[in-house]
């Protein structure tokens, strides 16, 4: 298998809304109604937000799998609802489609943006996760994140608790 990680461009854009959204509706899309769902997807998987979130300063890497877009980590300012100060970084979302899972690629993705210029200078590490999704809470636990918050988070009226996490071992 040839896995490629690279930063996103231009023209992957509608590759990553598609990888984006059929990730989401792997992982969650079961939890919704049909409207939350879809107001959803619209809000934050399409590829007019991830180019306005790039505008802002964020880094969006992606791994190629045998030539297939399948899975991608979004990581930089802070953008949780706690303390924080502009040396303090995020990871704001890591997805690798079903297919593709327990293969190490999530680990290859954690592993490359905790290489990054942005990442290292961090002085704090967040981010968040679903209170009941304890395969991603563990994963994260693998790299000395541990809870140090909570939020609720909205997919569309729909409220869902998040676990704020904190990279406590560099």
Known sequence: ?????????????????????????E??????????????????CSAE???????????????VIDGTLGAYIK?????????????DAEIHRL?????????GIGKML???????????KAKRLFLGVWEHNLKAQNFYRGYGFEPVGEYIYYVGTH???????QRLET
């Open 1 to 25: 298998m040839q896995i490629i990680i690279q930063s996103i461009d231009k023209s992957k854009m509608l590759e990553l809304e598609k990888l984006a959204v059929s990730t989401f509706k």
């Open 75 to 87: 990581y930089g300012c802070v953008g949780l609802p706690i303390d924080h100060n502009k040396d």
């Open 27 to 44: 992982t969650f899309g079961h939890l919704y109604t049909s409207d939350n769902l879809e107001h959803h997807l619209e809000k934050s």
């Open 95 to 103: 997805y690798v489609t079903q297919i593709f899972q327990a293969q």
């Open 159 to 165: 409220a869902d608790r998040e676990i704020i996490m």
């Open 110 to 120: 954690m592993n490359h943006a905790l290489k990054q210029d942005h990442i290292q």
């Open 49 to 63: 937000f991830f180019m306005s979130d790039l505008a802002k300063g964020q880094h969006i890497d992606i791994a």
